[in-house]
């Protein structure tokens, strides 16, 4: 199977992509490697930690051989696409639509996730060549705006990026959307005390959810 198609399916089987947006590259990777062991299969690792580019060669060298997916976000323009892809990440995010970053991505047959929100925005980055929509900024219109977009443009495929939880991952799905983006319930979930376990814990139960919601 060509690399693009089995990373494409590898989020669509997950029905979640985790976003890892911490303070510094180590905790970063100690979140990712303790998700993973949680069970998730794609992690999108944003460009705004400090390293996250050597972040993303070690996770995609690592895990990439087993099936997990390793991504970049905030991906902004071409330049730090090519450097990422460089670096193995299997898929961009980019918080707009870059038709810049898109095409780069399209070139190395690299899957890409383009932040929008209007329809006009969520159609636009469709006709761009992008995968996923990532609907961003997602907290503003919550679910009720996702099933007004879908309603008319069902046959796109969009994932929500924040205001994702377990308790409403299930309403996101039953409102349409093709996956959901989550971060600080799983990412976040060792800020206690220290326990990188309570991520391992909190992926579980995410992808629990995720998992019952789509069926």
């Not at 062991?37 to 992690?43: E, I, Q, W």
């Not at 780069?104 to 636009?124: D, F």
């Not at 219109?141 to 443009?153: C, E, Q, R, T």
């Not at 205001?163 to 979930?189: D, I, P, R």
């Amino acid at each position: 199977m060509y690399k693009k198609l089995r990373t494409l399916q590898t989020i669509d089987e997950s029905g979640a992509v985790l976003i890892v947006r911490l303070q510094n590259a180590e905790v970063a990777e100690r979140v990712a490697e303790a998700a993973i062991t949680g069970g998730f299969r794609a992690l999108e690792i944003t460009l705004s930690i400090p390293g996250a580019v050597d972040v993303i060669r070690r996770l995609a060298a690592k895990h990439g051989p087993n099936g997990v997916a390793i991504g970049a976000g905030t991906v902004l323009d071409e330049h730090s696409a090519y450097e990422c892809i460089r670096a193995g990440a299997d898929f961009l995010v980019s918080p707009q639509l870059n038709p810049a970053m898109i095409r780069t991505a399209n070139r190395y047959q690299i899957p890409t996730v383009s932040g929008a929100y209007t329809p006009t925005e969520l159609v636009n980055s469709a006709e761009a060549g992008a995968d996923i929509l990532k609907l961003f900024p997602t907290e503003a219109g919550g679910i009720p705006y996702v099933k007004s977009v879908l309603a008319p443009l069902a046959h796109l495929p969009i994932m929500p990026a924040g205001g994702v939880t377990l308790e409403n991952v299930g309403e996101w799905f039953a409102a349409g959307v093709a996956g959901v983006g989550v971060g600080s319930y799983v990412t976040k979930a060792w800020q206690p005390d220290g326990d990188f376990n309570r991520v391992t814990k909190a992926a579980k139960e995410f992808l629990s959810a995720v998992a019952e919601a789509r069926r």
